[in-house]
């Protein structure tokens, strides 16, 4: 199946008003036209902010994290996917590897918020991967797999066809050091099969990116991989021109 290119900036904790909406404005200019499916993920604060620039675009609005908590009360600094959408967001981050390691959020937790996601009308993009010890002690795909699985057992297997997954290993995620095509084709094959025992169609079409380290000039070549659909950038979704040549090269590629 011909899977449309997603990528996806991931500001992280970055920036003020004045670089999250020059940014925005830079990032729409030369991203729209690309034949990619681009989303924004702004600091939350900056959400309604950058939603202007973006609005009339082909980009959408993403944020980097939810509340579990579907319903609003008592929920002190909490923020709800019904106010993400309320905010113009249509998008959003789930299970991040900064934080499940500094949040403590496992694997039950980002289930909950990926759920929550879903029945606020939201498009998770949940991220996945394992830490260098893992992969070191060869335990790679069975990380992936119990990541998936606690999804699909709070959610099913349906919920996938609206949802993007993100495959970020940890050793990779501003570390300069990307993973080998062969190495992101090979997790995202694996994730892929995960999803092809409860449903082959669903596995098939759901949208594979890859994060960590991807730059302008080592994207052409990830996206290369027949199962790799794009990219959640990081470091360099903060500079416009290095994201444009990045949505770009995925565009490339669709
Ligand atoms: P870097 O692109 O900075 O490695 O970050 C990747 C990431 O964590 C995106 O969510």
Redesign the pocket.
């Known amino acids: 199946m011909a899977r449309k290119p997603l990528v ?1 900036a ?1 500001w ?1 904790m970055h920036g003020d008003r004045a670089f999250g909406e020059a940014l925005a404005r830079e990032t729409v200019a030369s991203c729209d036209d690309a034949g990619v499916d681009v989303v924004i ?1 702004p600091p939350i604060c900056y959400l309604t902010l950058v939603a202007g620039p973006l609005s009339g675009s082909g980009c959408a609005l993403g944020a980097q994290d939810l509340s579990p908590v579907v319903e609003s009360g008592a929920h002190t600094g909490d923020i709800n996917g019904a106010m993400l959408i309320d905010c113009g967001a249509s998008h959003v ?1 789930v299970g ?3 934080r499940r390691a500094t949040r403590g959020e496992d694997n039950e937790a980002v289930a909950a918020k990926f759920l929550a996601a879903q029945q606020a009308g939201l498009t998770p993009i949940l ?1 996945v991967g394992e830490t260098l010890a893992e992969r070191d002690g060869e335990r790679t795909e069975a990380v992936l797999e119990a990541q998936l699985d606690a999804v699909v057992a709070a959610a099913g297997i349906a919920a996938f066809s609206r949802a993007v997954i ?1 495959y ?1 290993p940890v050793w ?5 050091r ?1 993973a080998s095509p062969d190495q992101a084709q090979a997790a995202h094959a694996a994730l892929r099969a995960t999803l092809a025992r409860d449903d082959a169609r669903i596995a098939d079409s759901v949208r594979i990116v890859y ?5 302008p000039d080592n994207a052409a070549s990830l996206f290369a991989q027949p199962d790799v659909d794009g ?7 903060l500079k416009a021109a290095d994201f444009a040549a990045i949505v770009h090269a995925a565009g490339g590629h669709s």
């Open positions: 996806a991931n992280k993920c981050i991040h590897s900064e991220c993100a970020e990779a995620i501003g570390t300069g990307t994060g960590g380290s991807v730059k990219g959640l950038i990081g470091g360099a979704s």
